[in-house]
């Protein structure tokens, strides 16, 4: 297990106006996934056992699988590089309420498997800057959407 990349931001919008701004449902993340140009070939709602390819924009297909999901507050997946027991990377989201206007993302990323003390090094930097400007986009969308009364 290789350290994770966490990092926590606070967003003046609840969790429900931040969940709809992001496309979470709609699986428009590249909305907020600086490293994503979009996601194909999905087999359901967002829910767990859900599977998608990531297309990223680097040209790389990434599967991926929700492990689990409650609505306006968590997203946890997998991505599964050749099999899980080499390489996987998880993904998390969550939204918690501070108050009546404010919540805190939390976006976190972890590489496992065999691979991963390898692997992970070399793709750190990538992996730090997407977690730290996809967290940045989530809330100035969700901000961004709470002032224009959107979502309500």
Not at 64 to 86: D, M, N
């Amino acid at each position: 297990l290789m350290p994770n990349i966490i990092r926590t931001g606070d967003c003046r919008a609840t969790p429900e106006v931040i969940w709809a701004a992001c496309c979470f449902e709609e699986f428009k993340w590249e909305i907020w996934d600086p490293d994503l140009d979009h996601i194909s070939d999905v087999n359901g709602v967002l829910a767990e056992g859900t599977t998608f390819k990531f297309k990223m924009k680097d040209g790389g297909k990434i599967p991926f699988e929700l492990t689990a999901v409650q609505k306006y507050r968590t997203i946890t997946g997998k991505a599964s590089i050749i099999s899980e027991c080499i390489f996987a990377i998880l993904q998390d989201i969550k939204l918690e309420p501070k108050d009546a206007q404010t919540t805190s993302i939390t976006y976190q990323f972890s590489t496992h498997g065999i691979a991963a003390p390898i692997v992970a090094p070399l793709y750190s930097s990538v992996m730090v800057g997407g977690v730290e400007k996809g967290l940045a986009k989530m809330i100035e969308l969700g901000e961004s959407a709470a002032l224009r009364g959107q979502y309500l």
